[in-house]
């Protein structure tokens, strides 16, 4: 649940004393948007997002964001923000950028969480074969920005289903990625990822969850093949992002999961974002 207090254009705002209906983001030309994990305050992947951000500019030829311009003071206004929201433990920043009115206008919201890590969720979910393909050849498709209007066109799907997630598939019937997260498999002793070739979204906790795996000596298969056979000779299945934390996949269609290793990635990926 996003907290009470925000971030409109540098100032902190309270939700329950907003007079207007988000006037100012009604008339745009572009949204961008960003989570980013943070615990104790401190965000680890902060530094790797506004990279992000600025190549994301630059390759559409944008008007550079002002606020991350200076990373700075965006930082100090983000964990002023967390702490303004008692979010001590951990949660995510969603930051929002809107390109319209002759301005950049920044937006952020908190949504807290009571995990002291980066959580591996109790409560696994059932995955359906996305009704929706995803194209792989698209302009931009490794970027968030390109993959919500599939994402939540997915999610609308999904409603009043047994399903929580859906799987989804490119053009060549190949896995890429769940909505909103990356995908992982294990078999055996290997970590198994569709490859960024498939069209796959680049959550920048990829490489993080790749290095984890390494450090349990597990073997890393990026694949661009890995079609709907393969999960069904796979051991455990999982998924990852910023917003939502690992997530056990308990079934795709008819097929389960064990949870053997998991826990395992979970450990050393709160490692890395230690160090991170």
Known sequence: MVARFYIENGSILDFEKRDTQLKPFLKNEFVLSEKVWFKHGILPLFDKHIALLKEITAELKLPTIPSVENKNEFLRISKRLVNKNKAFKSGFLEYTFIWGNDKVNTFITCTPQQFQEFPLLEEGVFCAYAERVKYSGSPYISFRFKNEPL????????????????????????????????????????LHTPSLSTGCYNNLLRGLIIEAALQLNLEIDENARLGKEFILEADEAFLASEGSGMQKIVGIDKKRFLHNKVKQLNEELNKLLETS
């Open 151 to 190: 994402w939540n066109s997915l999610s609308m799907l999904l409603k009043g289903s047994m399903f929580q997630n859906a799987v989804v598939t490119n053009e060549e019937n190949n896995i890429t990625e769940c909505i909103e997260a990356n995908i992982y498999f294990i078999k055996g002793n290997t």
